[in-house]
T-cell receptor, first 112, second 118 residues
Framework: KQEVTQIPAALSVPEGENLVLNCSFT??????LQWFRQDPGKGLTSLLL?????REQTSGRLNASLDKSSGRSTLYIAASQPGDSATYLC???????????FGQGTRLTINP | DAGITQSPRHKVTETGTPVTLRCHQT?????MYWYRQDPGHGLRLIHY???????DKGEVSDGYSVSRSKTEDFLLTLESATSSQTSVYFC?????????????????FGAGSRLTVL
């Protein structure tokens, strides 16, 4: 059974720092991995999607990497801003199945 | 959220009553999903649809049924609501599920429907 873990559950850093969020999964037979952002009381917004054949994806100040063999993905946020404060979730799509398996998220707070 | 709306956004009901949540999309995407989000459990798939009248169960489908009579609408029904079904329900859509084009596999979520069963 695929399990997705995100550690730490919460992270607080000062504005301007570069930071890394971690996501690990137990079964390397994934089709893709997505990173989402969720603001309080809101739905999820897709940030980046990495296909299993890719190693990384970039969008603005965000860079996501994927290492299937080690079962890990990281989301790198450069020059963090208070507006980056949110919960970040990763989710893996299992090969041959429709569902995404979600991690429980990392609640990020950027302090001005 | 552009292209996908959920209704109602908030509902309080009593145990044993039927409840229907509606998801409406304007993107003409093939795939539609219902998830629930609970503290300590994260997001879990209830049911999904891969076309009109084509639906399948997710990991927590007991007590829920779905229907999709039109591409744009996906209904989630709780036939007899229980307190354990108190949750935030999210609808999501995607153009594809296994496309080689990564953009087609991106999941877009609605704003959520908060359901309280007393």
């Amino acid at each position: 059974k695929q399990e997705v873990t995100q550690i730490p559950a919460a992270l607080s850093v000062p504005e301007g720092e570069n930071l890394v969020l971690n996501c690990s999964f137990t079964d390397s037979a994934i089709y893709n991995l997505q990173w989402f952002r969720q603001d309080p009381g809101k739905g999820l917004t897709s940030l980046l999607l990495i296909q299993s054949s890719q190693r990384e994806q970039t969008s603005g100040r965000l860079n996501a990497s994927l290492d299937k063999s080690s079962g890990r993905s990281t989301l790198y946020i450069a020059a963090s801003q208070p507006g980056d404060s949110a919960t970040y979730l990763c989710a893996v799509k299992i090969q041959g199945a429709q569902k995404l398996v979600f991690g429980q998220g990392t609640r990020l707070t950027i302090n001005p | 959220d552009a292209g996908i709306t959920q209704s109602p956004r908030h509902k309080v009901t009593e145990t044993g009553t039927p409840v229907t949540l509606r998801c409406h999309q304007t993107e003409n995407h093939r795939y539609m999903y219902w998830y629930r989000q609970d503290p300590g459990h994260g997001l879990r798939l209830i049911h999904y649809s891969y076309g009109v009248k084509d639906t399948d169960k997710g990991e927590v489908s007991d007590g829920y049924s779905v229907s999709r009579s039109k591409t744009e609408d996906f209904l989630l029904t709780l036939e007899s609501a229980t307190s354990s079904q108190t949750s935030v329900y999210f609808c999501a859509i995607s153009e594809s599920a296994d496309s080689v084009s990564s953009g087609a596999n991106v999941l877009t979520f609605g704003a959520g429907s908060r359901l309280t069963v007393l």
